[in-house]
């Protein structure tokens, strides 16, 4: 299941590190002590901690304790939870198009105006305030038409909609 792109994206956000998914892979395994994730992994055991916390604060993973009956320590048996994994994909992807749409909606209500060495991109208060000169350059800034980049983030919009049909 890490092999599906969504899926790692999701889980990347998470444990930040591409290695860090190998802990995630052992879970998958059927190995379910942070020590002997640490010895198949080659991560250190506080690394792998910390990442089985995350995993839990996020719901994709969950632990049983138990009591070890002769030294009396604690012991975690760790779990990861395939299901909970595309309600995260829909979460993330949910606020993907939603943060796109906000962004769509500034594209279309206002103007924009560019440095023609690509310094600066000023929305029109932003131009005016400095003049319509691009403030690292100097060079008179020009408007600049966003239909093309209005039109793509539609287009992810909707690639990211049909993604979500889906889920
Ligand atoms: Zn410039």
Redesign the pocket.
């Known amino acids: 299941m890490l092999n599906n792109p969504l899926v790692q994206d999701a889980l990347l956000n998470i444990v930040q590190e591409e290695e860090n998914l190998d802990i995630i892979q052992c879970l998958i395994d059927g190995i379910d002590s942070d020590e002997k994730i640490a010895e198949e992994t080659g991560i250190k055991l506080n690394i792998v901690r910390k990442i089985l916390y995350k995993l839990y604060d996020s719901g994709v993973a969950s632990y049983k304790r138990s009591k070890d009956p002769e030294t009396q320590w604690y012991a975690y048996s760790w779990k990861f939870e395939e299901q909970e994994v595309s309600k995260l994909i829909k979460k993330d992807a949910e606020e993907r198009v939603t943060e796109l749409k906000k962004l769509v909606e500034e594209e279309e209500n206002s103007m924009f105006f560019i ?1 023609p ?1 690509n ?2 991109r000023l929305n029109f208060e932003e131009a005016t305030y400095y003049g319509f000169q ?1 403030p ?2 100097g ?1 008179e800034i020009a408007f600049h038409d966003n239909k093309d980049f209005i039109e793509q983030i539609n287009g992810e919009i909707e690639a990211w909609e049909e993604i979500l049909k889906d889920l």
């Open positions: 440095c060495y310094h600066c691009c690292e350059c060079e």
